[in-house]
Structures are given as C-alpha cells and as structure tokens.
C-alpha cells in the first residue's frame, strides 16, 4: 500500500487488514527497522529524509477523517462578505468545498484544487494568483505568484503545511511552496493554520510562518498514546496561539466524518483555549479546576486540559 500510495495511514492499514492500530504500528515498526518505510505520526511513509514532499495522490490518502473535521469546524471562522487567502493543500482543498455557499465572500488562492471547488459557487469570487504550476500539489509558485500578492490586504490567511512545532512554526519541504505562503501571510491581519494531529511535532526544511505569528491553529484530537501531539499542543498554546479542535469531546456540531460541503451552523462555532498563557504571562499561570456545575465553555476547557494530562 505504501509503494502505490507513497503514503498510507495506520488507520486505513487497519482497516483493510481487520486488526487493531496497535498490531499495525508494531509492525511498521519493524518494516522500518528494515528500511522499507518511514513512520509518521499517524501513518508510513517511503522512505525519505527531510527534504522529502508527498504529492497530492500520497497525502490525499493521509488524515482524511481528521482533515474532514479540520475544515468543518475552521469553517465557521469564515464570515459573509470577508475577503481571505487560501493556500494549497488537502486540507485547504477540503475548506474550501465547505466556503462554496458563503454569500459575499472572496477567495485569493494559489491553489487549482480551491479554485475548482469553488468553480461553481455563484456567491464567492475566486481570484486566482499567477505564477508557475507545481504539478505535485497543483499549486502556482514562483515570482509571479509572490508579485501578484503585493498590496493584497484581506482579513485571514488559512494555511497548511507538511509540519508544525512551536519551536519553528509551520513548516514545509519545498522552497518555492514556502516563499509563497510567506507571502500569502502577508496579506493577511490574522493567520489560520490548518493541520491534523500528524503534523503536529514534526519540523521540516523551510519555515513558513512563524509560532508568534499563528493567530489560530485549528487541528483534530489527539489519540491518547500520541503524547507528543499533545506536548506540541501545549507549547503552542503557551506561546499564545488559539486552539480550535475539531472533534473533541463536547464540540457540539463538530463531526469527524461529516463530508457535507455546506457551512456548518455558526451556533457550532467553538474556540477550544488550551490551558497556557498568553504571549508575555507567566507559563502555567491561568491553570485552574473546574467544578462539573461550570459553564459549557469551562467545561470544554476542562475536558481539553484533561486530554492534555493525560
């Protein structure tokens, strides 16, 4: 599966075997003692080293439970009538079937696969950037696309990456891809990253946006044994991004295998703040027990620090 896929995840591989996610990860623990994969959070790769970038058919195929959720829920940061920047990917791909019946709204993307989901959206204008086709994610790079961004002011950038540490931020493995989004970014008063638990912990060669500039980072519950997502979660929210998790326990109107392309209902809207500090407090400080009569919002909070505990 992994030589036709390039990328496959445990999921999946459990699936088709019929066994458990545990059996499969030992097992691709020991192809890859061999030299036959790479392991990545959640899922196997062919082997390769820092700089090497899955096309679109190998990610198309990773996290795609998880992907679905991201953009239900990143969604309902989207407002009518906004202007915003979609970069590439799977993930934004999957956003951007959801934005297709928001009325008034204006897409700038780099992306073919955004601009072909929202081909057809009578109330969204899609404007699409120049530059040189990037036949591996069908993405337009280079100078002309940077150039055609210049004086572009809009309200969000929602972004994706091949991994995201709060150490170096988003991160990806092609250079061109990265230039880009860099300036994707500054277009944008706020920036929204997108990106699934298998991401998260994982650094890249070049750096894309930087933690301190993340206003939000919507991504899907960790499992319980991946401890360091969760770490990675944790940093991020010390360093003050906004956590928004799609998926977890409680968010009412969040579904992790929902495939609808409409947006989900706004009373849906949840902002999931990870017990840390903002930027310039003192870390840990905020920290507290909640008794079971608080508010739902106190008890999301809750429910959160008690995943991240654990």
Do not use: C, W
Request: net charge neutral; aromatic share 2%; no cysteine.
């Amino acid at each position: 599966m992994v030589r036709a896929n390039g990328a496959v995840s445990l999921r999946e591989l459990a699936r088709v075997v019929q066994t458990s996610e545990v059996t499969v990860r030992r097992d691709v623990r020991a192809l890859e003692a061999e030299g036959l994969l790479d392991r990545r959070h959640g899922g196997a790769v062919l082997p390769g080293g820092f700089t090497r970038e899955s096309g679109f058919p190998q990610k198309s195929h990773l996290a795609t439970a998880e992907k679905t959720a991201i953009a239900d829920l990143a969604a309902n940061f989207v407002e009518e009538g906004e202007a915003i920047v979609v970069g590439a990917g799977t993930t934004t791909q999957e956003l951007a079937r959801r934005l297709a019946r928001v009325p008034g709204l204006t897409v700038v993307t780099n992306s073919l696969l955004v601009a072909q989901a929202l081909a057809h959206a009578n109330r969204v204008e899609v404007v699409m950037t120049g530059g040189t086709l990037r036949g591996s994610n069908y993405a337009l790079v280079g100078s002309g696309a940077e150039q055609s961004l210049q004086g572009l002011r809009v309200s969000r950038a929602f972004l994706s990456g091949s991994g995201l540490t709060a150490e170096r931020g988003l991160s990806t493995s092609n250079m061109l891809s990265a230039s880009v989004d860099r300036a994707l970014v500054q277009a944008a008063a706020e920036v929204v990253v997108l990106a699934d638990h298998t991401k998260l912990g994982t650094d890249t060669m070049f750096q894309t946006v930087p933690t301190d500039v993340i206003t939000r980072l919507v991504t899907d519950e960790p499992p319980a044994h991946d401890d360091r997502a969760g770490t990675e979660l944790q940093a991020l929210a010390d360093q003050g991004v906004q956590i928004a998790v799609a998926g977890a326990s409680g968010n009412s109107g969040v579904s992790g295998a929902s495939g609808g392309d409409s947006v989900p209902p706004r009373q849906a809207r949840r902002d999931v703040a990870l017990p840390g500090p903002r930027r310039g407090q003192v870390p840990g400080a905020g920290l507290r027990t909640l008794t079971s009569d608080a508010g739902p919002e106190q008890q999301q909070r809750a429910r959160v620090a008690d995943m991240r505990r654990r």
